[in-house]
C-alpha cells in the first residue's frame, strides 16, 4: 500500500531557528509528493510538490523540501520560523492514478509546528 | 486570486437528518474532490468528479452521494446523518487532466458538521 509518515506529532522551535518537518513515504513507482499547511479553522493551503527533477523543492512562505529516494524522505524545511508558522502540516502522496483518474491524496497523520517567540 | 468557496461554513444538524454541502471550485478548474477530516485525524478521501462524471470513489458511505453540476461546481449530500459525521468537509478542485506535474489539488475553507 502506498502511503506516508509523519513520525512527530509535534514540533517545537524557536523563532529564528531552523525548521525540520519530517515525511517519509512508502510507494511503488515514482511519487508524486506534496505538503500543505492547516491553520485553525482554515482549509489545507498547499505549499509545495515533488513530481520530477531537482530534490530540492521550493514552495510557498519561504518553505523548501528535500526529496530524497535513497531514504524514501520528504522533509520540509524552513531556514528561519516563525512565529506565524505555528499550524499543522501535512505531508500527502498522490495514490490511485489510472488512465481515467488523478487518483487521491493520501495524508501523513500531521504534525503540529509551535514556534514561540 | 480566487479560491475554492464552500458553504455553508458551519452547519448543526439532528440524527437522522439530511445536509447538502456545496463547492464551488477555482474557475477553470474541472475536477472537484471532497475530503472528510474527524477531529485529531487526517483528510481522509471521500469521492471525486472530473468534467461532471465520478472519477474515483473513497472511503464514502451509501448514506452520502454527490454530483458535479455544468457549472463544474459540486454537492455532497447527506442523508440519516450520524453522530461519527461530525467533521470538517473539505472539498479542492484542480485542473485536469493536464500533464500531472500540473496538477495541484487546492483545497477550500472546508464547512464544518456537527451532528447532534
Known amino acids: 500500500a502506498q502511503s506516508v509518515a509523519q513520525p512527530e506529532d509535534q514540533v517545537n522551535v524557536a523563532e529564528g531557528n531552523p525548521l525540520t518537518v519530517k515525511c517519509t513515504y512508502s510507494?511503488?513507482?515514482?511519487?508524486?509528493l506534496f505538503w500543505y499547511v492547516q491553520y485553525p479553522n482554515r482549509g489545507l493551503q498547499f505549499l509545495l510538490k515533488?513530481?520530477?527533477?531537482?530534490?530540492l523543492v521550493k514552495g510557498s512562505y519561504g518553505f523548501e523540501a528535500e526529496f530524497n529516494k535513497s531514504q524514501t524522505s520528504f522533509h520540509l524545511k524552513k531556514p528561519s520560523a516563525l512565529v506565524s508558522d505555528s499550524a499543522l502540516y501535512f505531508c500527502?502522496?498522490?495514490?490511485?492514478?489510472?488512465?481515467?483518474?488523478?487518483?487521491?491524496?493520501?495524508f501523513g497523520a500531521g504534525t503540529q509546528v509551535v514556534v514561540t517567540p | 486570486a480566487a479560491g475554492v468557496i464552500q458553504s455553508p461554513r458551519h452547519l448543526i444538524k439532528e440524527k437522522r437528518e439530511t445536509a447538502t454541502l456545496k463547492c464551488y471550485p477555482i474557475?477553470?478548474?474541472?475536477?472537484v474532490y471532497w475530503y472528510q477530516q474527524g477531529p485529531g485525524q487526517d483528510p481522509q478521501f471521500l469521492i471525486s468528479?472530473?468534467?461532471?462524471?465520478?472519477?474515483d470513489k473513497g472511503s464514502i458511505p451509501d448514506r452520502f452521494s454527490a454530483q458535479q453540476f455544468s457549472d463544474y461546481h459540486s454537492e455532497l449530500n447527506m442523508s440519516s446523518l450520524e453522530l461519527g459525521d461530525s467533521a470538517l468537509y473539505f472539498c479542492?478542485?484542480?485542473?485536469?487532466?493536464?500533464?500531472?506535474?500540473?496538477?495541484?489539488?487546492?483545497f477550500g475553507p472546508g464547512t464544518r458538521l456537527l451532528v447532534l
Open positions: 479542492a478542485s484542480s485542473q485536469g487532466p493536464l500533464a500531472v506535474e500540473e496538477e495541484t489539488q487546492y
Open positions: 510507494v511503488s513507482g515514482n511519487p508524486y
Open positions: 515533488y513530481i520530477t527533477g531537482d530534490n
Open positions: 500527502a502522496v498522490r495514490v490511485g492514478m489510472t488512465t481515467d483518474s488523478w487518483g487521491k491524496l493520501q
Open positions: 474557475p477553470r478548474h474541472d475536477t
Open positions: 468528479f472530473y468534467e461532471k462524471m465520478q472519477s
